[in-house]
């Protein structure tokens, strides 16, 4: 149930805040790599969040912009994305019997992953509103999601 409410709220944003559709291809070409590497699932699940939030964000603004919303749409389009993915990793591999805090570690990277990209972009839209509508530094809205979903990785490579 504390899952639940956690991507309710995740979702439940007054903004859907675009990210760059290059970095968000870029993120799914990297998670393809890292599973056929090898890469833990707990990290990859991380990315795999990240790129799942960001799709469903464009997919949000796609829809505001051409006037297709709906009541709800904000939080059932992430939710949609989320559901259909968990249903086809379930049904084509399965999640292994890797466990982390008693979730398959595909599951939980995917949740951290999503928390640690919605924080990261969240933070880099005050850091521009805090310095009036400007960035701080140039690419500032593609590093500090990337850095901090880096970061993640490092801290899971190491819990894990």
Excluded: E
């Excluded at 409410?5 to 990297?30: D, E, K, R």
């Excluded at 998670?31 to 990290?43: Q, T, Y």
């Excluded at 990277?109 to 972009?121: D, K, P, Q, R, S």
């Amino acid at each position: 149930m504390g899952i639940l409410l956690i991507i309710f709220c995740l979702f439940a944003v007054i903004q859907a805040y675009g990210v760059c559709p290059l970095c968000t291809v870029a993120v799914g070409a990297g998670v393809g790599a890292s599973r056929w590497l090898g890469v833990h699932d707990a990290i990859v699940g991380l990315w795999i969040g990240a790129f799942l939030l960001a799709l469903s964000w464009w997919i949000s603004a796609y829809l505001r912009a051409h006037g297709y919303t709906f009541i709800g749409y904000r939080v059932l389009v992430p939710v949609a994305i989320y559901a259909t993915t968990w249903f086809s990793v379930w049904c084509s591999c399965g999640f292994g019997c890797c466990r982390l805090w008693g979730a398959s570690c595909l599951s939980m990277g995917v949740l951290i992953g999503g928390v640690v990209f919605a924080a990261a972009t969240i933070t880099s839209c005050v850091l521009k509103k805090m310095h009036n509508n400007h960035v701080l530094f140039y690419f500032q809205k593609v590093v500090i999601p990337f850095v901090l979903l880096l970061l993640a990785s490092i801290l899971v490579y190491v819990l894990v």
